[in-house]
T-cell receptor, first 110, second 113 residues
């Protein structure tokens, strides 16, 4: 089983739509969880951390389900500028290692 | 604020040539990473260094070597480049711990012909 599994998409949604991505992980030792955003041919940048109790940052909501070993990202009121690839990331403290998912591509259209 | 600096940004190599990708960070981070990203794929970990003086293999280490020269610098070497190593290479650094952000360099676009 892969360490991280993520639906590659693409997700094509109209502006204003709500879209959600999931990402599952197999290593129960994973301690910290993140969502990164990557624009075409650019380096990934942190979108938000994911906390156990769930957290929100404007139109973005992240959730963690440790029992089922997945994290999710919800984007409300999608904007054209949200078009990008979204990468889930896990930090394993025992190895000080960051593991990335393959990314989910989002395309928001008019 | 330089953050993470990678050089070169672009490189074309012939099969069998060698080269070293340089990475330096000025954030005093302990951990540094090298990833490769192939078209339509996520980032795959080549090697990482949890702290100065240590290096460990990641998911795809074959064909690469690394050196953690000091706390700031982490280089990636291709001893004998192969077309399968054509990719975009990203260096990253972070301070290990919960909810710590990783910062990336701008990437090196390597083509092996």
């Amino acid at each position: 089983r892969k360490e991280v599994e993520q639906d590659p998409g693409p997700f094509n949604v109209p502006e204003g739509a709500t879209v959600a991505f999931n990402c599952t992980y197999s290593n129960s030792a994973s301690q910290s969880f993140f969502w990164y955003r990557q624009d075409c041919r650019k380096e990934p940048k942190l979108l938000m951390s994911v906390y156990s109790s769930g957290n929100e940052d404007g139109r973005f909501t992240a959730q963690l389900n440790r029992a089922s070993q997945y994290i999710s990202l919800l984007i409300r009121d999608s904007k054209l500028s949200d078009s990008a690839t979204y990468l889930c990331v896990f930090f394993t403290g025992t190895a000080s290692k960051l593991t990335f998912g393959t990314g989910t591509r989002l395309q928001v259209t008019l | 604020n330089a953050g993470v600096t990678q050089t070169p940004k672009f490189q074309v190599l012939k099969t069998g040539q060698s080269m070293t990708l340089q990475c330096a960070q000025d954030m005093n981070h302990n951990s540094m990473y090298w990833y490769r990203q192939d078209p339509g794929m996520g980032l795959r970990l080549i090697y990482y260094s949890a702290s100065e003086g240590t290096t460990d293999k990641g998911e795809v280490p074959n064909g690469y070597n690394v050196s953690r020269l000091n706390k700031r610098e982490f280089s990636l070497r291709l001893e004998s480049a192969a077309p399968s190593q054509t990719s975009v290479y990203f260096c990253a650094s972070s301070e290990p711990g919960r909810n710590t952000e990783a910062f990336f360099g701008q990437g090196t676009r390597l083509t092996v012909v």
